[in-house]
Structures are given as structure tokens and as C-alpha cells.
């Protein structure tokens, strides 16, 4: 499986390892953005997760609310061993811990996180638990795995046979060289639109493989890996969450969105906010998707290969994003 170093790999020629193969199955890059009939339900996803966007996508026909179907969407990808970023099987920091990150925000502006938990897979629905059950936003480490003990989950090892090699592999070369994943698919943000024209969101990971123990990224922090605004729209982000977290990428989209920009064009901007305080091409990975409340969908990445999807009228398309390289 296709991993892509994260960190201090100038030398290795990041441009051809950041890009993903032409074999995604895309639609074609467009400049136009897709525009979407406010009622109708749908659903977008960073990544190529057909399967997540579609399970979402149909409990939002069948009359789901837009949190209980992005919560079910993902949960998919959370149980998917093969998914190397996400859940159960995600890949371990490097003392060979599995620890997952994420965050859920609804219609209302509510929200709740879960940050470093192990041994529970389904980290999007502990986040909504937190959400619903806590009077807090965010539980992390330890408290997080009582708290979802308590709520009746279920420990597992999350480790899978097959990320304890690869990550024995990796420790081979005892470098401290956290991995970005830029593959077809990765951490997920997913925003939803229900019947009901309100939105919700979820973001999920494993963060970013062979991190140092207790790093967290950008997915599980409101505003950074997520954010939404029922009255202006929603974004999510993927990709090097320091950066993300340095410029509240989803929360300055929503907000220029405000401010008129269509969430193609504040897409843009909020990559064009982390490039320009680099100096030259930036060796990572950050990419968000975007939607307003008009149902218009943006997205926009550092550099090219990156792809979402969109679940619409029993569709679903990976399309690919433009990028700055
Ligand atoms: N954003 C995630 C993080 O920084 C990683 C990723 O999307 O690949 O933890």
C-alpha cells in the first residue's frame, strides 16, 4: 500500500511521490462546481470512500438526519481493515500504539471530539456520544476510552497483523519520520445535507502514521478538520493537520464563505493561506472540500491528486480536486 512520507523528504522528489496514480477512477477536473438542488439530500467525503458516501447517502433518502448518516457513513471506513488512516487497522504511532482521533458538529452548532482514544473503533459515534451525553466538547486518552467503555462499547485490538509489519518495517530505518497517507482514500471529513436542507459533519483518523504518542492532528479539533455553519455551509479538511491547525483551515472557509466567496474560491484561499508562509513547494499534503448552503461544492489542495466524493440522487462520483501544484 501506497504511503507517502510526510516529513524531510525534499530529496526523494515529493512532486511525483504526492502524486496519487491517474487510476481513481475520477471524473474529470473541472473548473466548474457542481450545484446541487437545495432539498435534495447528499453527501461529500475528502478521498475516494464510495462505500461511506453511499451508506450515508441512502440513509439520508430513506429520511436520516444529516449527523446519524455521516456517523453511519464512516463508520463503514472505521471497521475497514484495508483503510490504513482510519479505525480499526489505522496505522500506529511509532511506539506501535493505535490511536484515533475525531470530531462531529451538527445543524445546531453542537459538537463533540474524541482525541488519542485506543481499543475503540467506532471514534465518530463516541464523538457524538460526547456530544449528547457529556456536558463537554472533547474528551481525550484515557477518559475517552472509560467514557465509550461506559457507553457500552467494545475494546478491540486495533492493531491489525498486517500495520504491526509495516510499521516493524518502518522502525527498521529508526528515523523519526512521520508518514502522511495521500492515497485514494485517508482521513475522513464528510459533510451531509439532509431532506431537511440542514447540514452536519464528521471527521475520522488514525492521524498521521508513526506520529510521536499523544500527537493529534487537525481531524478531531472544531474548526480545523471540521467546521460548519447551517446558515453559510460546512467544510472538512485531510492532509497534514499542523498546518491545518495553524490557519483553522475549515473554520476560515466557513467564514469567508460568509464573507460572499463561493466555497470554490475559499477553498483556494485557505490553501493559498498555508502555501504562502512556505518557502518554495511545500513537501505535505493539505486538502479540503467545501459546500454552502446554495448546495455549490468546492475543493482545493496543495497538490494534485487529491479527489472526493459526492453522493447525489442514488450517485456516487470521485472527483478530482484542482490543486496549486
Ligand atoms: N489530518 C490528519 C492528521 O493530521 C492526517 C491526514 O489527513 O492524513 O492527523
Redesign the pocket.
Known sequence: MKRRT?LDQSSLGVTSLLIAPHVLGCAPKTETQAVIGKSTPYVIS?WNVAQANTIAGKALEEGANALDAAVAGVAFEEANIQNT?VGKGGAPDRDGNVTL?ACVMNHLGDCGAVLAVENITHVAALAKDVMEQTPHVILAGTGARKFALEQGYTPEDLLTDSSKKAWEKWKEKGNYQPE???ENH??I?MLCCDAKGNLSGV?T????AY?MQG?????PIIGS?LYLDNEVGGAV??????E?IKTVGSFLIVELMRQGRTPQQACEEAVQRIIKKQKGKPDF???YVATNKKGEIGAYSVHSGFSYSLYKNQNNQNIESNSVF
Open positions: 510526510f475528502t488512516t482521533d502522511i497517507n495521500v485517508d482521513t471529513g471527521c483518523t488514525s492521524g498521521l506520529k500527537r493529534v492532528g487537525d481531524s478538520g479538511a485531510t492532509g497534514l493537520g499542523e491545518v499534503q493539505v486538502a
